[in-house]
Every structure is written in structure tokens, then in C-alpha cells.
């Protein structure tokens, strides 16, 4: 167990549907990370928030967007959903900004129909 | 031409055999190296990390890395049928003040089937 927890562990949605996505990082850890696997891209980047404020913005789409909580929890909303969008979303958190050695979560799967 | 590259395998090896798994890259900014192991379904699980040129060692995984010609390696030694999973090779630059930017860049993932 990382200590990263992520809900809902599963969701299934139809398209252009809007879904939310939760994190809450490792106890300490000021640093989120959220990161999207497929089968075809593997393991992306999408954006960093580190202390309430984004510090680095991978693939993310526009209709995607995430923020991190005066409480440090985060969440990743996913807008007007395609089929292409199923895939594994994971939080990972760190302590400091620069990552060092992220800690994932167990991620949810989503499946866009 | 992926920054990053793994074998995907799939790679099947004896109980007990040492595996060697790899990643070249091609960004020259990477400086800090990570091997997550990753089981079906599950979040990938960090192993072994090193900013440094050489070998480290953790128990039955040492992580070796060559900056000079981009080539990482993962060796496992006495493998066992739990170490059967998909194995990820991550990396990412270091910023002005020695510690690693938050964005890895994953490799594809090696898949390892170690049977009895």
C-alpha cells in the first residue's frame, strides 16, 4: 500500500458525459501528480500541483482540467468524454516539488461507452 | 522516436534465472532513473531509483545506469513466479537545483512471467 488513495476505483460513463476523479496523497506529501495509461500510449503525464498551485503541465487535454485543495487532495475532471478517454487515471505524490520518487495510487479505471 | 524505449518482452524465464531488463533513451536532460514494477490492475510500485552513473544494489534488484551511452538496466537475481508482473522504466530531468522535475518519462513496460 503507497498510501495514495484514489475514488471511484471504477467508473463507467457514456460519452460527453463530465466525471471527477479524486486523490488524496501520501500523508506529508505536498506534491500530486496525475498520470493516464492505455494500452496504446502507456504511462502519460498530464499536469503537477504542488502545494495548492500547478508546477508542470504534461499531454493534458483542454477538457481536462485538476486542481489540489487547501487540504492537499486533488481532483481531475474529465469534460465532454470520448471513447478515446477509457483508460487507467493515477495520482502519485511526492514530498517535495521536484518529485523525487513519486508514489502511485491504485488508480481508476474508466470506461467511456 | 519515443524518448524512451523498453523492450515490451513478453519475457518468460525459469524460477530462479536472473533477468535482465533494459530502457535506452535519448534525451540527454534525463538525469534521475526509476524502475517501477507494475501488477495487473495495480498502481505501479517504485523499486529502485539512482540520479548516478553505476550499479546499485536492493536486495535480490540492482539498477544499473550508463549516461554515456543512455542505457538503463534492471537486474533480478533469484527470480521467483511473484516477480511476474510488468516492469517500468521512468525517468526525468533534474532542475537548477539538483532534484528531479515531477514529470516522468515512462518506457512501455516490460511484461515478466517468471513460471515454477
Known amino acids: 500500500d503507497s498510501g495514495v488513495t484514489q475514488t471511484p476505483k471504477h467508473l463507467i460513463t457514456a460519452t460527453g458525459q463530465r466525471v471527477t476523479l479524486r486523490c488524496s496523497p501520501r500523508?506529508?506529501?505536498?506534491?500530486v501528480y496525475w498520470y493516464q495509461q492505455s494500452l496504446d500510449q502507456g504511462l502519460q503525464f498530464l499536469i503537477q500541483?504542488?502545494?495548492?498551485?500547478?508546477?508542470a503541465k504534461g499531454n493534458i487535454l483542454e477538457r481536462f482540467s485538476a486542481q489540489q485543495f487547501p487540504d492537499l487532495h486533488s481532483e481531475l475532471n474529465l469534460s465532454s468524454l470520448e471513447l478515446g478517454d477509457s483508460a487507467l487515471y493515477f495520482c502519485a505524490s511526492s514530498f517535495s516539488p521536484g518529485g523525487g520518487d513519486p508514489h502511485f495510487g491504485p488508480g481508476t479505471r474508466l470506461t467511456v461507452t | 522516436q519515443k524518448e524512451v524505449e523498453q523492450d515490451p518482452g513478453p519475457l518468460s524465464v525459469p524460477e530462479g534465472a536472473i533477468v535482465s531488463l533494459n530502457c535506452t533513451y535519448s534525451?540527454?536532460?534525463?538525469?534521475?532513473f526509476m524502475w517501477y514494477r507494475q501488477y495487473s490492475r495495480k498502481g505501479p510500485e517504485l523499486l529502485m531509483y539512482t540520479y548516478s552513473s553505476g550499479n546499485k544494489e536492493d536486495g535480490r534488484f540492482t539498477a544499473q545506469v550508463d549516461k554515456s551511452s543512455k542505457y538503463i538496466s534492471l537486474f533480478i537475481r533469484d527470480s521467483q513466479p511473484s516477480d511476474s508482473a510488468t516492469y517500468l522504466c521512468a525517468m526525468s530531468a533534474l532542475n537548477a537545483g539538483g532534484t528531479s522535475y515531477g514529470k516522468l518519462t515512462f518506457g512501455q513496460g516490460t511484461i515478466l512471467t517468471v513460471h515454477p
Open positions: 500523508s506529508g506529501d505536498l506534491s
Open positions: 500541483y504542488y502545494n495548492g498551485e500547478e508546477r
Open positions: 534525451n540527454s536532460a534525463f538525469q534521475y
